[in-house]
């Protein structure tokens, strides 16, 4: 794959920024895959002031779902949204050429971006995912965002890798930083940005959002969203307006509301959970669950419960 002569800013760049809420995919307590609940979730969500919309990330269990039931949760996504928000659409896959083929679904679809992890079984050195990640670019006339989260995809983005594939492939737009160390999005900062003023940087963790953002982040990509997208968007708002004592305000309400997300792993049966006790039409079921599910949802309806004044009723 050879490099471009230069950078420039991909189709929709400028879209990407402020609050996206990386959605949950409603499942009946059978598990199968409910779309009907998709757009009474994005309505309460759009309620809340998010910006644009995930599909199909880590949140919304890609990795549990067959290829048609990703079709299908990309297009009640995306007819749920109708064109008020930006819609990025996940494509990670255990290998380049299935990432491929979910990108080319996506844009089918219709969607306004991609979201590429690495590959999730090959763990590759910075030069093959360079390589990667310009396949899946060239497989699509769609902006594509890297999505780094070392934790789940097994290798982490390096900053030269960023800056490399921001300087040389003008469809790549911006990174999703999912990490548990801050200092990465600093990285991310200081050399993709500084190559590129335009590529856009996210960071995927709640509690990060406002020092991120004070950092020069454009914006979150945050799973807590599905529970309370207020407090998050409260922080994109005053940021924006410089008020800081608003953002340490809503800032202490996400960390509050995070806990959420600390009562089992996979998160997302407590999101679920959470969401629905929020008043999204979820039900409380994944296909891959924690241990001690049962106590998880227990938990995780006690604590919003005890947090009402901060996530209800549209979080």
Request: proline letters at 7%.
């Amino acid at each position: 794959m050879e490099e471009n002569a230069g950078p420039a800013e991909g189709r929709g760049a400028g879209r990407l920024g402020g609050l996206y809420v990386p959605l949950l995919t409603p499942m009946r307590a059978d598990g199968a895959v409910d779309t009907a609940a998709v757009g009474p979730h994005v309505e309460r969500m759009l309620a809340g002031d998010v910006d644009g919309f995930v599909s199909l990330g880590t949140t919304g269990e890609f990795a549990d779902l067959t290829g048609r039931e990703r079709e299908r949760v990309l297009a009640a996504t995306l007819d749920a949204v109708g064109g008020r928000r930006p819609v990025v659409a996940g494509v990670g896959a255990v290998g380049t050429s299935q990432a491929c083929e979910h990108a080319r679904a996506a844009e089918r679809a219709g969607a306004d971006a991609v979201l590429a992890l690495p590959p999730l079984y090959w763990k590759l050195d910075d030069a093959g995912l360079f390589r990667h990640f310009a396949t899946v670019a060239s497989a699509t006339s769609l902006p594509l965002v890297l999505y780094d989260f070392p934790s789940l995809a097994g290798v982490g983005l390096s900053p030269a890798l960023v800056e490399r594939l921001a300087r040389w492939l003008p469809q790549v737009v911006g990174v999703k930083a999912s990490g548990d160390r801050l200092a990465t999005v600093h990285a991310f900062l200081a050399r993709a940005k500084g190559t590129r003023p335009g590529f856009r940087v996210l960071v995927g963790s709640a509690g990060f959002a406002l020092p991120a953002m004070l950092a020069g982040a454009d914006g979150v990509v945050a799973a807590l969203a599905n529970v309370a997208p207020r407090p998050l968007a409260g922080i994109v708002a005053a940021v924006g307006a410089g008020d800081l004592g608003a953002a340490a305000r809503h800032h202490r309400r996400v960390l509050a509301l995070a806990a959420v997300e600390r009562l089992g792993s996979p998160t997302v049966l407590a999101l679920k959970a959470g969401a629905g006790a929020c008043g999204s039409p979820l039900e409380p079921s994944v296909r891959t669950p924690p241990a001690h599910a049962e106590r998880v949802v227990a938990r995780a309806r006690q604590l919003l419960d005890a947090l009402a004044g901060d996530a209800a009723p549209a979080g």
